[in-house]
Nanobody, 124 residues
Framework: QVQLVESGGGLVQAGGSLRLSCAASGRTFNNYAMGWFRQVPGKERQFVAAISSGGGSTSYSDSVKGRFTISRDNAKNTVYLQMNSLKPEDTAVYYC?????????????????WGQGTQVTVSS
C-alpha cells in the first residue's frame, strides 16, 4: 500500500508562484507513474500533469502548459508541481496520484492511490 501526502498549498496573488510537494510511503515509488489533478466544487476532477516512473516523460494539460512543471526525486520518494504565473482560475484543491505502471495517464481512473488534497487559492 502506498500513502501520499501533499503539502505546499496556500493563498497567493495572481502572477505568483507555489510549489506543491507529494511525499510517498513505500519502497516501490520509483516504479509508479505520478500525476497531479485538481478539482473545484461541483466539477469533475481535472488532469493537470503527469510524469513517468523514471521522470523522463511528462505531460501537461493545455491550461497549465508553459506555466507548471512536474518533477520527481525518487531518492526522496517525492513528486513536485512547480506552479508559476498563477491565475485565479487555477484555484482548486490539488491532488497527487500514483499508478502501478511506469507510463503516464491523463485519466483519473488509471490511478490507484490518491492523497488527501491541498488547497490552492489564487486571488485577483
Amino acid at each position: 500500500q502506498v500513502q501520499l501526502v501533499e503539502s505546499g498549498g496556500g493563498l497567493v496573488q495572481a502572477g505568483g508562484s507555489l510549489r506543491l510537494s507529494c511525499a510517498a510511503s513505500g519502497r516501490t515509488f520509483n516504479n509508479y507513474a505520478m500525476g497531479w489533478f485538481r478539482q473545484v466544487p461541483g466539477k469533475e476532477r481535472q488532469f493537470v500533469a503527469a510524469i513517468s516512473s523514471g521522470g523522463g516523460s511528462t505531460s501537461y494539460s493545455d491550461s497549465v502548459k508553459g506555466r507548471f512543471t512536474i518533477s520527481r526525486d525518487n531518492a526522496k520518494n517525492t513528486v513536485y508541481l512547480q506552479m508559476n504565473s498563477l491565475k485565479p482560475e487555477d484555484t482548486a484543491v490539488y491532488y497527487c496520484a500514483g499508478r502501478r505502471y511506469s507510463s503516464r495517464s491523463y485519466a483519473s481512473s488509471a490511478y490507484d492511490y490518491w492523497g488527501q488534497g491541498t488547497q490552492v487559492t489564487v486571488s485577483s
